[in-house]
Structure formats: C-alpha cells, structure tokens
C-alpha cells in the first residue's frame, strides 16, 4: 500500500468515526469550510468541475462557471459529511431527508413485482437516497461499487454501504451482472449510478451538445429480465432536506437489434439525467472526466482528472 493510499484510508476512517459524532450544524460548518478551501485552491478536481459546468451551461460567464464550481464543492462536502453521520442518523432522520417526486413510478414498479432498475447519475446524495429506499419503503436492493485502491478503502465504503440496508456487489470480477439479473427475475431491485463508464466499452450518447459513454448495464439488465427502467436525478436546496425525482419508465424498443435497442435507451437513459443536471447543475459531482474530446490529457490543463 503506497502512503497515498495509506493517507486515504486514514482519512476516511477519520470521517466515520468522527464526522458522525459532530452535532449537525457543526457537521454543516465543517462541510462548508473544507470546501470553500479546497475551492480557493483550485487543484485538478475543482478545475475539472468548473471545465464539466462549462459544458452544462455553454453561455456562462467565467464568473458564474466560478459561482458554480463553489456551489458544486459545497455540495460534494455536503454529500460527504451527511454520508459520514449518516450510519449515526435515526430511522426517523432518514425518512425525514429526502422527498423524491414522481414516487408512484417506483412504489407502482415494486408492486408489479416485475423487478425494478433505478439509474441515477451523481447528484446530491444517493446513499442518502438508498437508505431512504431500504427505510420508508422497506425495500432492499442491489448495488455495484467500484473497486477502490486501498483494498482497506473499498472494504470500508462495502461496510458502510451494508449498514444502511443495501447488498453491494464489486464492479470487477465478472459476476455482478448475472447476480443483478437473477435479483430482477425476482422481483428485486437494483440501483446503479450510471452516467460514467468505468469498463471503457460503454454506449456512445449524445450529452450536452457532445459525446460520451454511459454504461449499457441498465438497458441491458431491463431487456434481459423484463425489469422498469427507471431515471432518477437529485439535487438540494436551502433545507436539510434532499430532493429527488423518479422519472418516466424507459421503454424497450419493440424491434431492432439487442444492440441497438440499447442504444436506444441508454441515449433516453442520457436525456433524462441531462434535464436533471441542466437544472441543478451544482449538484452534480462530476471531478473526473467524461466527454470523450476530455479523454486525451491536454498538457496546458495540468491534466485534472
């Protein structure tokens, strides 16, 4: 383990078992001064969101896309410290914290007992979001996370994830997706943040007025198991209390290839997170690239990731 991964660990260790004893509006100003620093520094994270807002909101002057980018790391502390005291909060606290919209697309979906896909992109807090699901709704699901480096890092976000109700399968190793699809097939639900392609053999969609890869395991677990595919965007406002929509189902195509079918929905699947983050864009915490055109590093851009 190198002392980068050694100094990680530490930290975030730190985070759960201190964060969470902290009243919450101490936790709040905290949040708000850890960001407002790490803003005012501008490293390769803080330059990338700026450079990720800019595409969101072509017209913006440099001083909004600054406006922004503050805003965006407040809210990115503020999903920090709330996942950090979130295995502290009551049963009450997280049901008191997050009022999605367009519920019924969900509560209607679990009924159905057809299983039910939930795709979200990284907005506000979807842990949050999560144990609000396996709470108020008494609903357990599935989740995949990316493998983290330290093995001691990753082990901690799995811990912390199964503390609040959700089975949590590894990205890598080949079987999550035959497990995700068994769990559908039974009714289940599963979750996936979904707009940045880890694998690098994603769908090419049209976002912001440019390209990407999104993941295919949405579109492709919905056609292989008959499952609702449903878009989910969140974002914050003044209160302490996390707001969400449920979109519209995503349908499947009626004819064409497998391929092309998830072409189709994976685009739809696109659309949809784009007129949640168009709307509040400085909750999304998108620090690392996207956009294929940002893929090749560019010498003059100190390279933010």
Known sequence: ?????????????????????????????????????????RGKGVRRLEANYARVVPDASPERLAELSRAGMRSYLRYWMESFRLPAWSAARVRAGF???????????????????LALPHMANWDLAGAWVTTELKTPFTT?????????????????R???GMEV????????????ARRLR?????CL???????????????????TRMPAGPALLAQQTGALLLPVTLWYDDSPVMQGRVHPPIETPGSGTRAEKTSVMTQ???????????????????????????LEPRPSDGDPA
Do not use: C, N
């Not at 009022?99 to 896909?117: E, F, M, N, Y």
């Not at 399968?169 to 995700?180: E, I, K, V, Y």
């Not at 943040?193 to 390209?211: I, N, T, Y």
């Not at 739809?268 to 294929?292: K, N, S």
């Open 1 to 41: 383990m190198s002392a980068q991964e050694r100094l990680a660990d530490a930290l975030y260790g730190l985070g759960w078992s201190t964060v969470k004893k902290l009243p919450e509006p101490v936790a709040v100003r905290l949040g708000r001064t850890v960001a407002d620093l790490a803003w005012k520094r």
């Open 99 to 117: 009022a999605p919209k367009g519920l019924h697309h969900l509560t209607d979906g679990i009924a159905s007992g057809r299983g039910v896909v």
């Open 162 to 164: 199964e503390g609040l």
């Open 268 to 294: 739809a699947l696109a659309d949809a997170f784009a007129t949640g983050i168009a709307d509040h864009p400085e909750d999304w915490h998108m620090l690392q690239r996207l956009w294929l055109a940002d």
């Open 186 to 190: 039974e009714g289940g639900l599963v």
């Open 169 to 180: 399968l590894p990205h890598t190793g080949g079987s999550a997706f035959g497990t995700l």
């Open 144 to 160: 995949v996370a990316e493998r983290l480096k330290p093995e001691t890092l990753y082990d901690r976000f799995v811990a912390y």
């Open 193 to 211: 943040v979904a707009e940045r392609d880890l694998s690098a053999s994603g769908v090419e969609v049209d976002f912001f007025r440019d390209r």
